[in-house]
């Protein structure tokens, strides 16, 4: 029984901290901060997970009386409307609060893919445990293999995507100033969030009466979803790569840059070989200190853009990380 425990603790947490450090890999010119990453991959661990429990049993009263008249469609209520609205509603609280509170975390659309996927893969991995546990019981341990391979494999980026499209409306929420949209934006991403999760469910319920072809259509569906995000987060890298050039460009115009520093601080390679080069030579000091240079120039630069754009909050911001970069490269110019 413990080592059955252990390996199904192992097939739903491994994965999806595996998927999540990949999330966190594709962030590649400005990292968010772990704490928050963490409280992130937490809130859709435990308070998601059982404040959409509860809300659940209290919804399931009142459809226990369509049970009686057909089985598929108190299954197909219980699972296309009540769980999608229930759960990403739950999870979207985390976005919200980061929008409200840590609007500045949010640097661009990437930003708000990446907390919605942390939310979400903190989700998927206690709700595989309820249902890994389900089929250890029934069949044993070659039954909780083969549903954790469908689970945190084929499907192990279902709760990801439903998130992240909210994710994604939050955080283009700020890039926009009409304040119809600022509204619209996160509803529309929760709306794509809840239909995604919906249909998902759907297909799945009916596969489990009808067989593979739904099974086929949910693989189908659900993967034409996750491609569409990882598709939108490659967009932004370049995106990113723009608003960084443009703001190191003007830094250069005013001479607080070189063309040779532009080069490097557009390019995530040229960075990391920077910083290499000075782990390499032993220099920890400098290492750390070039690799904050870069990450506020780069904070600096989606402030500056945000300003540019109009949005007046942005202004303090900016002052404060150029502050602080200039220092950091006063300080590097000194040591060089």
Do not use: C
Request: hydrophobic fraction near 55%.
């Amino acid at each position: 029984m413990i080592g059955g425990a252990l390996a199904i603790l192992v097939l739903s947490f491994v994965p999806m901290l595996i998927y999540a450090a990949i999330l966190w890999w594709l962030d590649r010119y400005e990292k968010e901060p772990l704490g928050l990453l963490t409280l992130a991959f937490i809130w859709g661990a435990l308070p998601s997970v059982v404040l959409a429990l509860i809300m659940q049993l209290v919804l399931d009263v009142p459809l226990t009386s369509v049970q009686d008249s057909s089985q598929l469609t108190y299954e197909l209520l219980g699972a296309s409307v009540v769980a999608p609205l229930t759960e990403e509603g739950i999870k979207a609280v985390a976005l919200l609060l980061l929008l409200l509170l840590l609007r500045h975390q949010i640097d661009s659309p990437l930003d708000g893919l990446i907390y919605g996927g942390m939310v979400g893969f903190g989700f998927a991995a206690v709700e595989n445990i309820f249902y890994l546990f389900g089929a250890y019981s029934g069949g044993g341990l070659g039954s909780v293999i083969g549903l954790a391979f469908l689970r945190a494999g084929v499907f192990g980026l279902n709760h990801a995507m439903y998130t992240g499209f909210t994710g994604l409306g939050v955080a283009l929420a700020l890039e926009v100033r009409h304040g119809l949209l600022k509204v619209a934006l996160p509803v529309a991403g929760l709306a794509a969030a809840v239909a995604t999760h919906a249909l998902h469910n759907a297909l799945a319920t009916v596969a489990s009466y009808a067989g593979g072809l739904a099974l086929l259509a949910a693989v189908l569906v659900d993967w034409s979803g996750v491609l569409a995000l990882i598709g939108v987060a490659f967009g932004t890298f370049f995106l990113e790569r723009r608003r960084i050039i443009a703001y190191g460009q003007a830094l250069v115009q005013v001479n607080t840059l070189s063309p040779d520093e532009l080069n490097v601080l557009k390019s995530t390679f040229q960075r990391r070989l920077a910083r290499l080069d000075l782990l390499f030579r032993g220099d920890v000091q400098r290492w750390w200190k070039i690799r904050r240079y870069h990450q506020k120039v780069t904070k600096a630069a989606f402030a500056w853009h945000r300003l540019q754009q109009g949005d007046t909050r942005a202004r303090p911001r900016l002052v404060r990380l150029e502050q602080e970069f200039r220092q950091l490269r006063g300080e590097l110019t000194a040591q060089a």
